[in-house]
C-alpha cells in the first residue's frame, strides 16, 4: 500500500509540477512578446521624430504659430514618445519643448546674442540626452 502511496504521490507531484511549468512559460511568453511589441512601438516612434528634434526650430509649419499653437504641434509631433517612452525621456522631451520655444523667441529678437548661444547650447545639450535615452530604451549601444 506504501508504494502505492508513493507513486499517486510522485504521479501528482510529476502533474502539478507541469501545470506550473506550462503556466510559468505562459508569463514569459506574453512578457517576451510584450517587450517586443513595446521595442517595435517605440523604434517607430523614435524614428519618427529624431529628424524633427534636431530641426525643430526650422520648421516652416511651426514658425509662424503662437506659443500655445507651437506647444500643441510639438506634442502633436511628439505623442508617441510621450505616450511610449519612459518617464526620463517624457521629462527630456518637454524640456525640449520649453526651451525650443525659449530660443525660437531668442532667434528672433537677438539671434547673435549671449542668450541665444546659451540656449542653443542647452538644446544640444537636451537632445544629446534625448538621443542616448532613446538609445538606451532601444537597447543600442
Known amino acids: 500500500m506504501e508504494l502505492y502511496s508513493r507513486i499517486i ?4 507531484a510529476l502533474g502539478l509540477g507541469a501545470v506550473i511549468g506550462i503556466f510559468i512559460k505562459n508569463r514569459l511568453d506574453v512578457r517576451r512578446k510584450e517587450r517586443a511589441r513595446l521595442f517595435t512601438s517605440r523604434r517607430e516612434a ?17 514658425r509662424h504659430l503662437s506659443d500655445s499653437e507651437r506647444k500643441l504641434a ?12 519612459s518617464d526620463q ?15 525660437d523667441h531668442a532667434l528672433r529678437s537677438d539671434p547673435e ?8 547650447q542647452e538644446l544640444d545639450d537636451i537632445i ?4 542616448s535615452t532613446m538609445r538606451r530604451e532601444l537597447g543600442i549601444r
Open 9 to 12: 504521490e510522485l504521479i501528482t
Open 46 to 62: 523614435y524614428k519618427n521624430i529624431i529628424g524633427r528634434i534636431n530641426n525643430l526650430f526650422l520648421e516652416p509649419d511651426t
Open 74 to 85: 510639438m506634442n502633436t509631433f511628439f505623442s508617441e514618445a510621450l505616450l511610449l517612452g
Open 89 to 103: 525621456l517624457r521629462d527630456q522631451i518637454e524640456e525640449f519643448m520649453r526651451k525650443n520655444i525659449a530660443y
Open 113 to 120: 546674442g549671449e542668450s541665444t548661444a546659451k540656449l542653443d
Open 128 to 131: 544629446e540626452g534625448i538621443e
